[in-house]
């Protein structure tokens, strides 16, 4: 019993000597972030889902180059969906084209709060600019098979948004930014609906990004 208590008791004082060096120990030196990333952006959007892919390199601590280039739907705000019930099929009234966006931006985030916010979260701001690639498909046609149809537009375009990046590992690379989208296209515009052509438009999206650093 004896040795029991005593192994107990010197348990209890290292425990306790462990607390008080931890209450004077130095502040943690600051992570060192490596300079690349590359990954994937997962889009939610007023037009529906998008993927994109990504490469940044960081310039100083708070500010970082990038490149990215995405696609996804693009929709009319006046179209109406209407789901059967019946079939599970969904179809928009008057609807002449689908409509896909690739935009290709070339920007910059600055990283906010560096002071103040510990590593674990980084939050930021950017904004992009860049050539837009529109492809319309006939909408009367099943979605793949009317690729053969397919017509390319031309658009310049460009985006603003903010976010932040979790965690403190060099090597993952994981956040969620909000970005709104403008698009000018040139020429007629595109015709989503019957008579109604579109040269300039803007979106919000929502994204969640994972990555590397390296």
């Known amino acids: ?3 029991i208590i005593a192994a107990a008791l010197l348990l209890l004082s290292s425990f306790l000597m462990a607390q008080q060096i931890g209450q004077f120990a130095p502040d943690k030196a600051p992570i060192s972030f490596p300079s690349n990333s590359w990954g994937a952006d997962i889009m939610f959007g007023e037009g529906g889902f998008g993927l994109g892919t990504f490469y940044k390199r960081a310039i100083t601590k708070e500010i970082t180059g990038f490149v990215d280039l995405s696609i996804s ?8 969906e209407y789901y059967d019930p019946y079939y599970g099929t969904s179809y928009s009234p008057f609807k002449v084209n689908r409509s896909l966006l690739m935009p290709l931006n070339f920007g910059a985030q600055i990283r906010l709060f560096d002071e ?3 590593e674990n979260l980084r939050p930021y701001v950017m904004a992009g600019v860049g050539p837009t690639f529109v492809i319309t498909t006939p909408y009367e046609e099943e979605f793949f098979s009317s690729f053969k149809h397919a017509k390319m537009h031309y ?3 460009g985006y603003v948004g903010f976010g932040a990046y979790f965690g403190e590992s060099t090597s993952n690379l994981i956040g969620i930014n909000v970005r709104y989208y403008y698009t000018h296209l040139f020429g007629g ?4 609906l019957v008579g109604q052509f579109r040269n300039n438009f803007g979106h919000f999206y929502l994204s ?3 990555g590397v650093m390296y």
């Not at 739907?73 to 109406?80: H, Q, S």
């Open 116 to 118: 103040v916010l510990s």
């Open 155 to 157: 658009a310049a375009g």
């Open 208 to 210: 969640l990004n994972v």
């Open 189 to 192: 515009g595109i015709e989503n």
């Open 1 to 3: 019993m004896k040795v």
């Open 73 to 80: 739907e693009t929709k009319d705000d006046r179209e109406i």
